[in-house]
C-alpha cells in the first residue's frame, strides 16, 4: 500500500482521498505502482483546481453577470463534492465558498447600480414630460415646438427603461402633451387661415382702388391716394403666399403705371423749365454778393428788386428747386436777421430799459459797499460776508447790463 497526504491505493488497487468527513473512494487502480495512481488522480485535482481559479479569474476581473456565476459556481461545487480526484477538495471548496460571497456582494452592487440607474432614468423622463407639457400649453413657434418633440421622444426611447407601471404613466403624459400640441397648431392654423382670407379680401379691395386710378393725371392728389394706399396694404397684414405675391403685383404694377406716366410728364416739363431755371441761378448770384450785410436798407432794396424778377423767371425744374430756394432763403434770412439786429440798436424804449438797469445796479452796489463798510467797522463777520457776496453777484449782473446798453450806442 502506497500513502499519500491527501490520499491512498489499498492492497486492491482501490484509491482514496481524504476528507474532513472521512476517506471516499474516488476510483481504482489496476495497471502500475501505486505511486502512478496517486499520480493520475493529482492530475484530475489539478485539473478541477484550473476550473476554480478560472472562475476566480472571470468574477474578479471581468463583468460576468451574478446570475452566470452563481451557475457556474454550483456546477463547480457538485464537481468537487464529486470529484474523482485525489488534492485538498476543501480548499477548493473554501475558493468556491469566497467566490459565493464576491458574486453575492456583486449582485448587491449591480442591484443597487440598477436601481441608481433607474432612479436616474425616472428623473431624465419626468424632465422630458414636463418640457413636452410646457410646449403643450405655451409655444407658439410651432416648427421648433414639433421639432422639439420629436427630439424629445428620440430621447425618451434613448433613456433607460423604469418601473413598468411608472414608464406606462410618463409615457401617457407625453402622448397626452404631443396631442394637445397638435390640436392647438391646427386650431390656430385654423384661424390663421381665416385671418388670411379677410387680409386677401381687403388687400383685394385696395389693388382694385389703385388700379382704378392708374390712369388719372391729378397728379398730387393721386400721388397721396397711392401713399395712403400703400399705408393700408402694410397695415392690412398678410395673406397667403400665393394671394400675397398674385395682388402685390397687381398693385405695385399699377403704381408703376401712375408714376412712370407722371415722371414722364414731369421729365417733359423739366426740360421746358430749364431756361427759368438758369435765369434764377444768374439771380442767386447776385442776391449772395450781398452777404454779408454792411447796409441793411439797400440790402433789403436790392433783395426786393431781386425777388420781383425771381417770381417773373417762372418755375424750375423739380431737381433744382430745393437748391435754388434754399439759397435764397438763406439771403433773405440774414437780411432780416440784418433788420433785427439794427432796430433793436434803434429802439428807443429798449435802451431807455438796458439804461435804467445799469443805473439801478450802481445804486444797489453803493449801498452795499455802504453796509460792507458798516459791518466791517463793527466786527460782524456774518454781515461782511453777505454783504461781499451780494456786492459780488450785482457786480457780475452790472457787466451784463452795461454790454447789453453798448450795444444801444
Known sequence: MSTDPWGRVDDDGTVYVRT???????????????????????????????????????????????????????????????????????????RLDGLTELVAQRREEVKAAREQARAEARTVKEGIVDEAERIAEETTHWKSGGERLRQLVEEWKAADRIDRVTEAALWKRLSAARTAFAKRRKVYFAGLDEQREGVRAAKEAIVAEAEAIAESTDWAQTAAVY???????????????????????????????????????????????????????????????LLPITDVRTARATLRHLLERWEAAGPVPREQRDRLEGGLRKVDDAVRKA?????????????????????????????????????????????????????TARRSWLEEAERTLAEFS
Open 227 to 289: 401713399r395712403d394706399l400703400m399705408q393700408r396694404w402694410k397695415s392690412a397684414g398678410r395673406a397667403s403666399r400665393e394671394a400675397e405675391d398674385e395682388l402685390w403685383a397687381r398693385f405695385k404694377g399699377a403704381q408703376d403705371q401712375f408714376f412712370q406716366a407722371r415722371s414722364a410728364v414731369f421729365a417733359e416739363r423739366d426740360a421746358s423749365l430749364a431756361a427759368n431755371a438758369e435765369v434764377k441761378e444768374e439771380l442767386l448770384i447776385e442776391a449772395e454778393k
Open 339 to 391: 433788420e433785427d439786429a439794427e432796430w433793436k440798436r434803434s429802439n428807443p424804449e429798449a435802451r431807455a430799459r438796458a439804461q435804467s438797469t445799469v443805473d439801478q445796479l450802481r445804486t444797489s452796489i453803493e449801498q452795499l459797499e455802504k453796509r460792507l463798510a458798516k459791518a466791517q467797522a463793527a466786527g460782524r463777520a456774518k454781515d461782511v460776508k453777505e454783504a461781499e457776496e451780494a456786492i
Open 20 to 94: 474532513a468527513e472521512g476517506e471516499r473512494a474516488v476510483g481504482s487502480w489496476q495497471a502500475g505502482e501505486p505511486e502512478e495512481a496517486l499520480a493520475y488522480f493529482h492530475r484530475k485535482y489539478d485539473e478541477l483546481a484550473g476550473q476554480v481559479q478560472l472562475l476566480e479569474q472571470r468574477v474578479k476581473g471581468t463583468d460576468l453577470a451574478p446570475a452566470q456565476a452563481e451557475a457556474s459556481i454550483v456546477k463547480l461545487r457538485e464537481a468537487v463534492a464529486d470529484a474523482h480526484a485525489v488534492g485538498d477538495l476543501a480548499a477548493l471548496t473554501a
